[in-house]
């Protein structure tokens, strides 16, 4: 029972479901394997333990064969139809040449006789976890390594598209910065940038300190004073900023992304608006200071009950 430790330690998290007819040795295998696995379901008979298969998700199955209502071969036939690839053991007082066949074209790797013996027990029920287990390892990296190309591929396809607009563009996911593309990085220094990267500077934080709001750009003008409530600022979305290159303002549209593995990605654009929104301002001053002439000009320094001309004009 060399393997006794090793099969504890592999199938501690394996759920199995155990058919057995004979009553008594059922009883002394259960105080054997609930020991070794998570969980162990248990059915008299063959037709017990195929509606127990059909309710549950198990990791491996033990029958005998020469059981009432539904032998164990067809039991393991039936669970075959549902699952191609999971481990059955069987066990058998008989070692008739049919049996094996049968249990050969059906997929079963695993054949104990009775009487059962504790070590050939213990050694099969190791092979059998130990390919469990493996092949979940396997899964798991293969997963991953899919993933992984996924991601490089939408990195890739992202890159492509976003460094051929000029509006500065980043990705963020879980917290920090996954992609900026080159209109973003000429906004900002290096040092600047190289922090955000490494993420030793939150990006909300990082824009906190670059945002400009004077008596030109302001809160009222629907500008974003913080981007800690970004989400749920709603209606406003410019935004003014202190570049390398000097005040830019942009129009900040966030869109969520879909990517493999990652959760909470999302690509934020900055349309610069800086020029359209300067014009507006002009043309405030401009308006201000051409009503501030009209008034000047036109107000009647007679006493009379007749209207000013000012206050017939619209502006």
């Known amino acids: 029972m060399e393997h006794l430790h090793d099969l504890m ?6 759920r199995i479901l155990y058919v057995e007819d004979d009553e008594n040795l059922r009883l002394e295998t259960i105080k054997i394997i609930e020991r070794i696995f998570a969980k162990v379901d248990v059915a008299s008979d063959g037709k017990e333990g195929l509606a127990a298969f059909k309710t549950m998700k198990y990791d491996l199955v033990i029958t005998d064969i020469e059981m009432p209502n539904l ?5 393991s036939r039936n669970i075959r139809s549902i699952d191609t690839s999971i ?9 008739n040449t049919e049996y094996f066949m049968e249990s050969i074209a059906i997929g079963i790797d695993y054949y104990i006789l009775k009487p059962i013996k504790m070590p050939r027990l213990i ?8 390919r469990i287990v493996y092949k979940r390892i396997a899964d798991t990296y293969r997963r991953r390594e899919l993933q992984v190309k996924v991601q490089r591929a939408s990195a890739s396809i992202l890159s492509e598209i976003t460094n051929v607009s000029p509006n500065p563009t980043i990705v963020y996911s879980n917290g920090s910065i996954t992609f ?12 600047d940038l190289k ?4 993420n030793e500077n939150h990006l909300w934080e990082f824009l906190n300190q670059k945002i400009s709001i004077d008596s030109v750009v302001h809160a009222e003008n629907d500008f974003i004073e913080q ?3 970004f989400e749920a600022e709603g209606n406003k979305h410019k935004i003014s900023l202190r570049t ?5 303002i942009f129009y900040v549209f966030r869109n969520v992304l879909q990517l493999a593995g990652s959760k909470d990605t999302a690509v934020y654009t900055f349309n610069d608006i800086t020029v359209i929104e300067y014009q507006k301002v002009q043309i405030d001053q401009y308006n201000e200071h051409m009503n501030d002439l009209m008034y000047t000009k036109y107000k009647s320094t007679e006493v009379s009950n007749q209207a000013d001309i000012i206050d017939k004009i619209k502006f």
């Open 180 to 191: 900026m593309n080159k209109a973003f990085t000429k906004l900002f220094d290096d040092d």
């Open 123 to 130: 050694d099969t029920l190791f092979s059998a976890v130990k």
């Open 227 to 229: 981007l800690d409530n």
């Open 244 to 248: 390398k290159n000097g005040r830019k």
């Open 9 to 14: 330690e592999l199938g501690k998290e394996l």
């Open 71 to 75: 032998n164990g071969i067809e039991m």
């Open 87 to 95: 481990p059955i053991v069987v066990v058998s007082a008989y070692s």
């Open 195 to 198: 922090k955000l990267i490494e």
